[in-house]
């Protein structure tokens, strides 16, 4: 579904979130806050005097030094708080005792206290006395029942000898509708967080949805689609010396136009024709989606494939690198391939044998090679490996290949190979080198300057069956790869499209039979 895309759903996703968390926090604040709650923090727990245990060691006078039940004292300052949001009376206080908490020091006594309030809460001060329950024995000391407003404190600095810094202390007692919990520890000047923790999580949650949708608005590509965009399904099939270019075109078809697939199958100019002649004969009605792409015109007798004429496509000889020659006449390429070289060494090259790798018959590349430099076709095959002869009388080894990448990697690997590819590939692989033409060299560059004599060049076709309707994907993908974004991709790959100033003339219909 065209709504159910990447933005849409992060966008109805914060939205969701949003309406949740605003509910959430609706309830949160009717009903969590609305408890009574006392927090307490210790904020200082300090060792006075020579106290190794702790490793705190202070220097010390008076009363710390003198009096022997003082020599481990340490001070204390506790901050107790009303951090709910409803004020704590005195009878909010649910114990048995006069007293209302009570605070509890582990492995400590208490020796002594003082009380402190902020300004403007001097009224506190009223409760801390014996009478209200204010008091210690041992490692307890014993807090009023201290009415207190919302947001409001008192500190009590405890004075302890018995037992080091550290140990557990905690604050018991009952409230009722509320509860008495332990806060963070904190320092004397801290100031309690303005949110709670769970608006602040929400808070973060909603601004990273936020600011992802943003991101994908601003970074998405809102560029339309290419005019006439179809969906479905499409086989192109036929040249392998062009399958890169048409793999990757339909790879960026697919990205531009959603709901296409387009799959290429490339086994050979000649049985790609051949192929979609026989799929449109045996169609009941329409055209088939099926693109044969071929080096060259199709063979005579298939009136009803229809052609586009794509691109002009170089061709390459290629040799191993052992042989070093650049260049040769076109009659000497047509001495070799009719099995009149069998040394390199009789044109100026290296004592090796000359083993020819060509392709099969269905190659739209050999056929292009037969009709533009052999002038004729090529001898007879002689060899399975491309380096032993399979016929004893045979001039030459010779062997044929189903694919350019074959060719190229044969040639490379075989000493005294020769053969021949599509410019681009064999411009990419290693292990040999391009051969010049009567001193042309192969170049797409030189045909746009108008310097059209290297011979081994051809129109690229694209046929279907028939004329396909405007809407379907054949029409589309072809328009694409011949008019539309496609041709960038014809250019990168090395081809000089015919919709180019220059490609317009090469491709004109005469240019077959030059």
């Known amino acids: 579904m065209d709504w159910l895309s990447t933005e849409n759903v992060v966008a109805v996703g914060t939205a969701l979130l949003g309406i949740a968390a605003s509910g959430v926090m609706l309830w949160y604040e009717r009903r969590v806050p609305r408890r009574k709650r006392v927090g307490y923090r210790v904020q200082m727990d300090n060792a006075i005097g020579d106290d190794a245990s702790s490793g705190r060691a202070n220097r010390r006078l008076g009363l710390f030094d003198e009096a022997p039940v003082m020599s481990d004292a340490t001070l204390v300052l506790l901050r107790i708080e009303n951090d709910g949001s409803q004020g704590i009376a005195d009878n909010d206080y649910t114990g048995r005792e006069l007293h209302g908490l009570t605070a509890e020091f582990t492995d400590r006594t208490v020796r002594g206290v003082s009380v402190t309030q902020p300004a403007g809460s001097v009224h506190l001060m009223d409760h801390f006395t014996p009478a209200a329950g204010f008091g210690y024995t041992g490692n307890t000391l014993r807090i009023p029942r201290v009415p207190l407003n919302p947001r409001e404190h008192f500190k009590l600095l405890v004075l302890l000898s018995g037992g080091d810094v550290g140990r557990p202390i905690r604050i018991v007692g009952g409230i009722r509708d509320g509860e008495v919990h332990p806060n963070r520890s904190a320092t004397p000047d801290d100031k309690p967080p303005l949110f709670s923790r769970a608006a602040r999580t929400i808070t973060v949650v909603l601004t990273v949805c936020v600011l992802t949708l943003a991101v994908l608005v601003v970074a998405r590509d809102d560029s ?8 479905g399904t499409l086989t192109v099939t036929g040249s392998t010396a062009f399958a ?121 590349t050999r056929q292009v090679f037969q009709r533009r430099v052999l002038g004729r076709g090529e001898i007879a095959n002689s060899s399975r490996d491309c380096v032993h002869k399979d016929d004893a009388t045979a001039p030459v080894v010779r062997c044929e290949l189903d694919a350019t990448e074959q060719v190229l990697s044969t040639v490379a690997q075989v000493p005294g190979g020769v053969g021949y590819s599509e410019l681009t590939l064999a411009e990419d692989a290693k292990g ?83």
Not at 224 to 231: D, K, L
Not at 462 to 486: E, I, M, Q
Request: aromatic fraction near 6%; include cysteine.
């Open 244 to 364: 890169p270019t048409v793999r990757e075109a339909a790879a960026k078809y697919e990205r531009d136009c959603g709901g296409s697939t387009v799959t290429v199958d490339a086994h050979g100019s000649t049985a790609g024709v051949r192929e979609l002649a026989g799929l449109g004969a045996q169609a009941k009605q329409g055209s088939p989606a099926v693109i044969a792409v071929s080096d060259g015109a199709k063979p005579p007798g298939l009136p009803d494939l229809a052609e586009n004429r794509v691109a002009v496509v170089v061709f390459a000889l290629v040799v191993n690198d052992d042989v070093r020659l650049r260049n040769l006449s076109t009659a000497d390429v047509r001495r070799l391939y009719r099995g009149q070289i069998t040394n390199w060494r009789q044109l100026g090259g290296p004592d090796l044998p000359v083993r020819l790798v060509s392709r099969d018959a269905n190659s739209g």
């Open 432 to 514: 040999l080198h391009l051969l010049k033409l009567d001193g042309h060299t192969p170049s797409v560059e030189a045909l746009e300057r108008g310097d059209g004599d290297y011979p081994y060049r051809e129109i690229e076709y694209a046929y279907t069956y028939g004329r396909p309707p405007a809407d379907t994907l054949v029409s589309s993908f072809l328009t694409y790869l011949s008019r539309g974004n496609g041709l960038d991709v014809v250019r990168t790959h090395g081809h000089l499209p015919c919709e180019t100033p220059e490609g317009l003339k090469l491709c004109a219909p005469n240019e077959t039979d030059t």
């Open 224 to 231: 339309p689609p290419p005019i006439g965009c179809a969906r």
